[in-house]
């Protein structure tokens, strides 16, 4: 199911990134006969889809914190310390410590996405930047 999950993700990312550049082809026309080369156009495009990750994760992780406050999950003084009111077998449960918690959950799904991200803009960026630029210029 996850594998699932997982490739249906990546063509989201790729089918959007896809239909973003085929609207940039003047764009990336331009760029390249200015004399950017192709691996420039491909980490330019890439670096954009990380940054649009990034911030949908820290938006996720506001929006996240803001419903774990309202429900009592933690409060602002104690985002580390261990919950006294849960009973654990042992001091490190890490359930406990809402902070910790939510820190090794958020970075292997941040991990994933930024995988799934790059996956997903690399073969549209890749495509994009080995037109010609006469041929991506010959419409505008």
Not at 12 to 22: E, L, R
Request: a neutral charge; glycine letters at 8%.
């Amino acid at each position: 199911m996850s594998v699932l999950i997982f490739f249906n993700l990546l063509l989201a990312v790729s089918g959007t990134f896809w239909m973003n550049t085929c609207a940039r082809h003047e764009e990336i026309g331009i760029r390249l006969s200015y004399g950017a080369s192709p691996m420039k156009i491909q980490w330019m495009l890439l670096g954009e889809g990380m940054v649009l990750t990034t911030m949908a994760v820290l938006l996720g992780c506001f929006i996240y914190f803001q419903w774990a406050y309202m429900e009592g999950l933690y409060t602002f003084g104690d985002l580390f310390s261990y919950d006294r009111t849960l009973v654990v077998a042992s001091a490190s449960y890490l359930p406990g410590r809402f902070g910790l918690h939510f820190a090794v959950v958020s970075l292997p799904v941040y991990g994933l996405m930024a995988l799934v991200t790059c996956l997903g803009v690399y073969v549209p960026a890749r495509n994009i930047s080995t037109i010609s630029p006469v041929e991506a210029l010959k419409n505008e």
